[in-house]
């Protein structure tokens, strides 16, 4: 019997010459990057919000290819602050009042140094416990504070799951979807499939419908109007599926959105429903945004109606202080996903699973490694608590109405859409611009076009500036400013100082601005 | 005009509770977590690498719902270390020879908690150039220390991507393989596509199949045999195309592996690509495991062939130390990867994207919000630099061939497959068992089955032990006990314990084996 002792291992011996987890090291260089990153905390301000660098600027900074020998981590670290910072656009800055926000967080940041310092495949409950079982403990912890219905949640037979972002939630979902209805009419009917939501709801959605093979003609995004906010229209939803099952497809899906990206709007949750049931549609409620907010009762109204829906997700590192990623997923019918997503390959077969006692994640989500992601979210709820957590949010729509004050003061603009949540949607008026056409050329009617190039411009100069950033939308061909407000650092001074850097490029757009036709 | 100064913005303030990003506190901490990674790595070897946790046992320790006030990170991490590190499988732990391995390092810890910290989500090139740029650097460095043809660069009009695993890139390649053959048959002709790989293709490419709704009659897992050592054969490969031709299928996509996840089998790349070129099908090479491996030049020939396939991916996340998650995915024509993915709402639309002279990552992946990955992989690339790379893999290729040494000399044994790279696929003979069987039972016949239960038993025997950590496979009915060496921390020491523990445990389980055919 072979026995290691009776075998000469000594020309087996090779020396690395790197410790790659060598525990002192860690430690000295971990202590480094996190001063660094709390002085970049502190410096944040000084940054351009908006990178300021032109196509290609890093590949003229950095070397063409693998150093062959090692480089200490100063070097690199240094090399980050001269040629990486200038670069990014700053996510994390008060100044940042684009997009929506991905917050960060101190108890955010802790949870994922852990998920990366354990680095622990959680693909099936065995691979890891914890990973998997604080994840449905805290998914019940959150989806309680948002007082969903019981049956979205572990305790109540559903249950949720971190994905890690809205795509992959709503593809996960009509998947399933998809995968049922095709189960009863047959696989070669995926072309008659047809998939529902507004013209307002996130490009995510028509994204997971190219994925999961639905037709593109089948992609129905129904036209929203100013009448009803932009929201999604039970009516013109029940109309057009009614065309639609006339013409011999079949509905099988419907995005709602609690909080579009272009202007927050809210689909009506409870009529919508009420819609989709006559047809044994799946609904998905996108609150990837919204949906943090609802932890504050004063919010939770906009989302009355879920209980008729068949799943809910929200972007924790949206409003919630997690970092990216973090897309929280809650389903009535785990089994549904797991029919459309579950694979069981004999390498992954383990006594766990097999008993049907333990959750295995890789079944509810597109991949079957996944990060510890829970832990984060976890940190977050715990470190600040369900009333400082609604405090921040609180905040931020304070601040939202305080800049909303501001535009609706100034007769030059106009706020374009009711507010909800912490998002204004605003422009300069066509009307401000027809003194300044008038004395500088020909024109005597301003357009809605006109409206539209000179709020570009405005944007456009005020991003320029590096002072803050923010970004646009279409509704109704109707360019539209958006002042997001969520960054974790933003304060009331930030807000003012934002309006005044509109008002001072405003000054100069208006007072030179030409139409583009009058130009030579 | 309205100015800020002109409104009492005092009815406004209010203040928050929390200051979730002070810089100063995050410092404090961050050292904290940092000192809690170094303590736990320098302990590592102290807990079971397998966790012996039961199911449920979570739900027991913490409490049934959030926090209304705040609690100390002090406290939160008091309950990791008591509540979480129990339930965690200890995927850096030394002695985790499961699957294949998760590496970590402090340069891919570093660079994941700079992009953290940072935390700007890259889904387009203005949102943060220095995430867009960096990675396409990084990729066309990676790439060409694997030599990748040229095609597969930004350099020769290819291109890389950093995904989160392979289950991401199969999938988008997948997709935009399909949609390139229905632009040309029709949408209603998806029913009719096929896709192929072996019977030894990891799972990732069935769910891919599954969600791009390819019927799952037509996705054929093609048999494979020891005689090939388990690659697939370009015979039976074409020789099933054929057959489908002729039923009026259409073929479309073949998984190619390099390193199969049971045995770690090598498929013949250029053969198979010769195949597949004759019916025009897009070609996949997945190297999860073994393709950060080709970076050493003794290795390189598995991939030969490479230029014959569309897309190439590795995860640099299992044996390249960036930390999940990391997937390197190369593709020769990313324009094909965008016409299926690309969404262009106008929320997102900007001049630099319109110039078209900036990659938009967005429409290269599912997800249109993205981590910024490479720089953990720079970080590695940098810090280690590629000698130190090779030097790293070539040692753990080193321990899993002491080990195959071992096995060799116990006649009990046997190495079931040729080993490729550092995995050692190995198992209890039956002729081992003949003398127990004959001394405790009647039975006078060992069949294979017996084997394959008396394996079973004793790899649960050595999990079970906490010592180490093994997981197995099922290859033409042979159980298998799969050794993979690719820890970060394992060293020679590790290897020689891991088969005094297979060999006492053999020991116990040899003496003691009653078939259960036996047992009443």
């Known amino acids: ?141 959150l989806g309680e504070i948002l007082d969903l219905p019981k049956t979205f949640l572990f305790s109540g037979n559903g249950g949720g799951v971190i994905q890690g972002t809205t795509c992959e939630a709503v593809l996960c979902t009509l998947v399933a979807a998809r995968d049922q209805i095709l189960s009863q009419i047959g696989r070669e009917n995926l072309v008659k499939l047809v998939v529902y939501a507004s013209d307002q709801t996130h490009s995510a959605f028509q994204k997971a419908a190219q994925i999961a093979g639905i037709h593109p003609m089948n992609f129905k995004a129904i036209k929203t109007s100013k009448s009803t906010s932009y929201a999604l229209s039970p009516n013109s939803l029940r109309a057009q599926i009614c065309k639609d099952v006339e013409a011999g497809l079949v509905p099988v899906f419907l995005c709602a959105t609690v909080g579009t990206t272009p202007t927050a709007a809210i689909d009506p949750l409870e009529s919508l429903c009420a819609v989709a049931k006559d047809y044994g549609m799946w609904v998905h409620v996108d609150a990837a945004y919204a949906g943090s907010a609802c932890i504050c009762p004063e919010f939770r109204h906009f989302i009355d109606g879920v209980e008729g829906a068949n799943s809910f997700s929200l972007n924790a590192h949206k409003w919630f202080l997690t970092s990216l990623d973090c897309c929280c997923l809650w389903v009535k019918d785990p089994s549904a996903l797991i029919k459309s997503l579950s694979t069981n390959p004999e390498y992954l077969r383990n006594k766990a699973s097999d008993s049907k006692q333990v959750v295995d994640y890789k079944d509810w989500q597109i991949t079957l490694s996944r990060r510890f992601r829970s832990l984060k979210l976890w940190f977050v709820l715990r470190n600040y608590g369900v009333a400082n957590l609604r405090s921040f949010m609180r905040n931020h729509v304070k601040m939202a109405n305080l800049f909303e004050g501001f535009v609706a003061m100034d007769k030059r603009f106009e706020i374009v859409v009711p507010i909800n949540f912490a998002m204004v949607c605003f422009r300069i008026l066509p009307s401000a611009l027809s003194e300044t056409i008038y004395k500088n050329g020909k024109l005597d009617i301003v357009s809605e076009e006109h409206a539209n190039e000179a709020n570009r411009k405005l944007l456009d100069s005020i991003n320029m500036s590096g002072c803050v950033f923010m970004t646009h939308a279409v509704v109704e061909g109707v360019y539209v400013i958006r002042f997001a407000v969520g960054a974790t650092l933003v304060e009331e001074r930030h807000v003012i100082t934002a309006w005044k850097v509109v008002q001072e490029h405003a000054n100069v757009i208006l007072s030179t601005y030409k139409p583009r036709a009058l130009l030579v």
């Open 1 to 141: 019997m072979g026995s290691p002792n009776s075998i000469n291992v000594a020309s087996h011996t090779s020396s690395s010459n790197i410790s790659p987890l060598d525990p002192e090291e860690f430690r000295r260089q971990g202590h480094m990057i996190i001063d660094f990153l709390a002085d970049y905390y502190l410096d944040i301000e000084k940054y351009p919000v908006l990178s300021q660098v032109e196509p290609g600027y890093l590949q003229k900074r950095l070397p063409k290819s693998t150093p062959h020998n090692p480089e200490p981590i100063e070097t690199i670290l240094q090399d980050v602050q001269e040629h990486i910072v200038p670069g990014l656009t700053h996510w994390q800055s008060p100044n940042f009042f684009a997009y929506f926000q991905c917050t960060s967080s101190i108890a955010g940041f802790l949870g994922d140094m852990l998920s990366t310092g354990f680095n622990v495949v959680g693909f099936n409950w065995i691979a890891s416990p914890a990973a998997t079982e604080l994840e449905t403990i805290v998914m019940d912890w």
